[in-house]
């Protein structure tokens, strides 16, 4: 709880991280406001997927502190991380994210499923994003009969249906032709301001950066654009 | 490009080095198997032989004068101890060119006798009056393994005077001691049918090695989306579809060959242990499970050059092109019409039920045509069940561990059948082989351990029997000591009934007489009709045993004849507390005093010959189950495993979203363990089904419930498996780690 500001969805102070002996992260400071959609820029091998991960609580970090809601992160042990996840998270990635057994909208519906919604209610609940993500009519379809962009959108679904409080996205255009990405970003982000979830968005790519609030640059395992959050009310 | 193959087959990293692994060991399975199954039928064939020479007598061909022989006057007979056979033979020769049968240097001469070493121990070990009492004389050597069917036979030669056996009706003067195969020998008495321990060797070969070719197949499928990665990209810079192929096959055949090497060290370690398998009746020697030349060179070449084979069959369901594998054939769902063959093997049972064929030929071919077709409709329907017990479980799953597995199922049920096909067969064959085995042991009654036809002897002095001119057996004939041994509760001598024999089964007529009075002392042999002061019994006072009655409550038929002292000796019955000492006591006084003839026998160790062979073929069916059990469980593991590779991805998303292994860990239990109990439930409903349908058309009898040990080895094998599947779980854990989502 210490030091969490109200109005400020995450924070990460001084986050470091090494693989063995080579440091991902070596000090790495960054606030993100409630409802906000940010940008974490960086060229490849910068630090900026290892920490979205710290962020998100898939890794924890070797020093410095993350709070995440007012709650501190790194000091959680691996099943309540999991439960923060599962929770309070959403996610989207670059690719191989569907379940591939499943139909399109048991896959949105699979957070709800798993947590614990009865089945009816889970896909009725999912159906509905199709309409929203422009997705009709391919409620049906596996993964091997989507689209790459089709399936990022329904992977995008997922990420969103069980209203997260944080939807962390890790280069999720980046196998994408440039319309569709666009396209997909359009809903990303437009799904998460209408249903208020902040978001957090790692990219490589300018224009991806464009569609957020405010974007922050890693290098060398450092936060070096100053991130101050703008509190939103 | 072969040596490509080879350096990609042993340096090709973790996965390909497990996949060599999972492989062999798979064909190591096999190998052995089939070794194990080849040295069982050329073990068989060699133990056959060593039963040849007591066949000596039995065969025209060595009664027939050789010039040179002094001719040897032979006397093979069974006598029992301990409800085991032991095997005598009584020899005289006439002079000193006479043929020596294997085993021993010499004949031994009146008043000596030769042992196999178990009967040399048991001689040692036991009370004289129990058993060495038997043998006249003193043991003069042992009797050398060439002699012996097996290690444990009870064997006695035991040399006689000439004038003593020579006037036996039943010994035979020999020339020359049979060295023919039992198996070629119309009138010999002793060995085994060995074409039918071929052909049960061969069936059971097959239901334990197709369930091994299945793990090989779904072993060779592990990592295969990686390797077809490797592959397309072989054939982006230029490697050709022939090129590509030698290099699956190398891969193949270097797993196949290492597997097949490692199958014969198996076997040969395992080796000792399959000869204490007494599936003949008899355990065999070691060396018996021997391998021909053609059988190390058929083996040896057939099982790399069958992978590489089944290596290029397997490449050619993939189309491999240089931008990856297109073309990959989507399973079909399987349609309904693969019930028809189930259905019309249980239909044929069926129909025969109350139209039994006339012949023994027409009974074989009606039941095991309806066998065969119930086995192969059971192998083409278990995809059809799989898919509509996978659809039920999809339709009905709340829970998302239950919804994946569903799919999966729904999706392949080939693939999720074809790891536990195997299963089937073996299910199925144990338990209509359990059913039917219980239900005749059941239905003939068999004696229980404190019944009269397990804890009385009897000895039969049949007429023809009997020396010419010698006296007609009497009561003087019964050993004095005889009631007064300790567990002997009674004597009773039978007289020979002299009317003639009913074969009406409804009244029947006994060769031999016994008082009322007598019978009224010993009411566990059944009592007299209100009345009747004598009444006809068969010689042993049990008979012919009737279904659901025990001799208790029989009652005899009574008879006219009242003045039985004029009347000679049939039989003398000895009544025993049960206890083994006392029963070997009363039989070895029995023979003692009367030598010639028939040993003394319970009821229990006539019939035991009968029984002894459907309880091998049924601890068979047991080895059968077994040993596939835990195969179709290694298949399963490994089709989850392959299944898990081709899923690393999004299931270590799955995780990474905060998913708990425990939900995946459901996935992978549920896609296993429904077509593992599924099929098994199936296979034992079948199995039980297809038993009631041959003992109601062949025997009118109805089906017994098996032992606690069927269900024993159902369960023990059923937590085999899925203990083999729960090995599998950990490796959820490593392979959907985080650093997966991060790094692929």
Redesign the interface.
């Known amino acids: 709880m210490n030091g969490a500001t109200t109005g400020v969805m995450i924070e990460a102070r001084e986050v470091a991280l090494s693989f063995g002996e080579t440091p991902a992260l070596r000090g790495a400071s960054l606030t993100v406001a409630e409802g906000e959609v940010l940008a974490v820029m960086g060229p490849s091998g910068s630090g900026k997927s290892t920490l979205l991960h710290c962020l998100a609580g898939i890794l924890v970090p070797d020093a410095g502190e993350i709070h995440v809601a007012g709650r501190r992160v790194d000091t959680l042990d691996e099943s309540a991380r999991s439960a923060l996840r599962r929770d309070q998270f959403g996610f989207v990635f670059q690719f191989g994210q569907l379940v591939p057994e499943l139909t399109a909208v048991e896959n949105v519906a699979l957070p709800l499923l798993l947590a614990g919604t009865r089945r009816r209610a889970a896909v009725a609940e999912a159906s509905g994003w199709f309409g929203r993500l422009d997705l009709e009519g391919l409620q049906q379809r596996r993964s091997g009969e989507l689209s790459g962009g089709q399936a990022q959108r329904v992977a995008l679904a997922r990420g969103l249906v069980a209203r997260p409080r944080v939807l962390f996205a890790d280069e999720p255009t980046g196998s994408l032709d440039s319309l569709t990405g666009e396209h997909v970003l359009d809903l990303l982000v437009g799904s998460a301001r209408e249903q208020g979830t902040t978001v957090v968005v790692v990219t490589h790519e300018a224009r991806v950066a464009a569609y957020a609030d405010r974007e922050v640059i890693v290098r060398d395992g450092k936060v070096t654009t100053p991130a101050v959050a703008p509190v939103l009310s | 490009m072969i040596g490509l193959g080879l350096r990609l087959a042993v340096a090709g990293g973790r996965e390909a080095a497990v996949r060599l692994v999972v492989v062999a060991v798979a064909v190591a399975l096999g190998t052995g198997l089939l070794l194990a199954t080849l040295a069982g039928i050329n073990a068989t064939k060699t133990q056959n032989l060593r039963y040849a020479w007591l066949n000596t007598g039995a065969d025209p061909s060595t009664t027939a004068a050789v010039a040179g022989v002094d001719p040897v006057w032979w006397l093979a007979r069974e006598d029992y101890f301990h409800g085991e056979d032991l095997g005598r033979i009584d020899v005289a020769a006439t002079g000193p060119a006479a043929p020596v049968p294997p085993g021993i240097p010499a004949l031994p001469g009146p008043g000596e006798f030769y042992a196999s070493p178990a009967l040399h121990d048991l001689l040692r070990t036991t009370p004289a009056a129990e058993l060495g009492d038997r043998f006249p004389g003193r043991e003069v050597g042992v009797v050398g393994d060439a002699a012996l069917p097996s290690p444990g036979s009870l064997l006695v030669i035991v040399g006689q005077p000439v004038e003593t056996l020579a006037g036996q009706p039943a010994a035979a003067k020999v020339s020359r001691i049979l060295t023919t195969d039992p198996a070629n020998c119309s009138r010999c008495v002793v060995g085994l049918n060995d074409t039918m321990f071929t052909v049960t060797l061969s069936v059971i070969a097959a239901a334990l090695i197709f369930p091994v070719l299945i793990f090989i197949g779904t072993a060779t499928r592990l990592s295969a989306a990686r390797r077809e990665q490797r592959f397309a990209a072989m054939r982006l810079i230029g490697a050709t579809p022939r090129q590509v192929s030698v290099l699956a096959t190398v891969e193949s055949t270097v797993a196949a060959v290492a597997g097949m090497l490692l199958g014969f060290g198996v076997f040969f370690a395992l080796r000792p242990g399959l000869a204490a398998i007494p599936f003949t009746g008899a355990t065999f020697f070691p060396d018996d499970l021997g391998l021909t030349l053609v059988n190390v060179l058929a083996v040896g070449a057939g099982i790399p050059v069958g992978a590489a084979v089944a290596a290029r069959l397997a490449l050619r369901r993939v189309r491999i092109s240089p931008l990856g594998v297109t073309g990959r054939v989507t399973p079909k769902p399987p349609r309904a019409w693969r019930l028809i063959p189930l259905v019309a093997g249980i239909a044929e049972l069926a129909w025969f039920v109350g139209r039994k064929p006339e012949t023994t030929n027409g009974q074989t071919f009606a039941y095991i045509a309806g066998a065969v077709l119930m086995v192969t409709g059971l192998v083409l329907a278990g995809p059809w069940l799989t898919m509509r017990a996978a659809r039920v479980v999809a339709q009905r799953?709340?829970?998302?561990a239950a919804?994946?597995a569903g799919?999966?199922l729904s999706?392949d049920p080939m693939a999720a059948f074809r790891a536990v096909s195997g299963l089937v067969v073996a299910l199925f064959v144990m338990t209509a082989a359990s059913g039917a085995i219980t239900s005749y042991v059941a239905e003939r009654a068999s004696p229980a351990g404190d019944s009269v036809a397990a804890t009385s002897l009897s000895q039969t002095f049949w007429p023809e029997e009997l020396v010419p001119g010698t006296p007609a057996p009497s009561i003087s004939d019964i050993p004095a000591g005889l009631a007064a041994i300790p567990g002997v509760t009674a004597v009773i001598p039978v007289r020979e009934n002299l009317r003639e024999i009913s074969s009406d089964s409804t009244s029947p007529q006994g060769p031999g007489l016994i008082r009322c009075v007598d019978l009224a002392r010993t009411p566990e042999f059944g009592r007299c009709p209100e009345g009747a002061r004598t009444v006809a019994v068969w010689s042993d006072l049990i008979g012919p045993r009737e279904p659901g009655t025990s001799p208790d409550q029989r009652v005899w038929p009574a008879s006219n004849v009242t003045d039985l002292d004029s009347l000679r000796l049939l039989s003398v019955v000895v009544q025993t507390d049960g206890s083994a000492a006392a029963k070997e006591q009363a039989r070895t006084a029995l023979a003692t005093t009367n030598p010639w003839g028939r040993f003394p026998a319970t009821e229990a160790e006539w019939e035991a010959d009968s029984a002894r062979t459907l309880v091998q073929f049924q601890r068979l069916a047991d080895v059968v189950i077994l040993a596939s059990l835990p195969i179709a469980g290694c298949s399963l593991a490994v089709s989850v495993i392959a299944g898990l590779t081709?899923?690393k991805?999004?299931?270590s998303?799955?995780r990474?979203?905060?998913?708990?292994i425990r939900?995946l860990r459901a996935v992978v239990g549920l896609e296993s363990a429904v077509p593992l109990l599924v099929v098994a439930a199936v296979a034992i409903g079948t199995g039980f089904l297809a038993a009631a349908l041959f003992l109601r058309a062949q025997l009118d009898y109805s089906l017994h419930a098996p032992g606690a040990s069927y269900y024993l080895i159902v369960a023990v094998g059923l937590a085999a498996s899925l203990a083999i599947i729960a090995a599998t779980l950990p490796l959820l854990r490593r392979i959907t780690g985080?650093e997966t989502?991060?790094n692929?």
Do not use: C, S
Not at chain 2, 397 to 400: K, L
């Open positions: 799953a709340q829970r998302p919804l994946i799919r999966r999706d081709d899923r991805r999004p299931f998303v799955l990474l979203t905060g998913v708990r939900m985080p989502a991060r692929e």
